[in-house]
């Protein structure tokens, strides 16, 4: 294997690395914000929220 070709695998490993890691971390901060955001709805009274089975968040009917 040339330098050449070490180097073109390398910087192509890099690349993908870099992106799977971009994609993975706006996923968390995506996550982060929407349950920072219902737990303020929650906390101000503007939402009702409960759990399922599996420990899920929902939002519930509010009946005036």
């Given at each position: 294997m040339t330098g050449f070709e070490h180097a073109v695998i390398s910087v192509a490993l890099l690349a993908l690395s870099y992106y799977v890691g971009r994609f993975l971390g706006e996923k968390r901060a995506i996550e982060h914000n929407a349950d920072s955001f219902l737990n303020?709805?929650?906390?101000?009274?503007?939402?009702?929220?409960?759990?399922?089975e599996d420990g899920q968040k929902i939002l519930l009917k509010v009946v005036d």
């Open positions: 303020y709805l929650e906390a101000e009274g503007f939402v009702k929220i409960g759990y399922d």
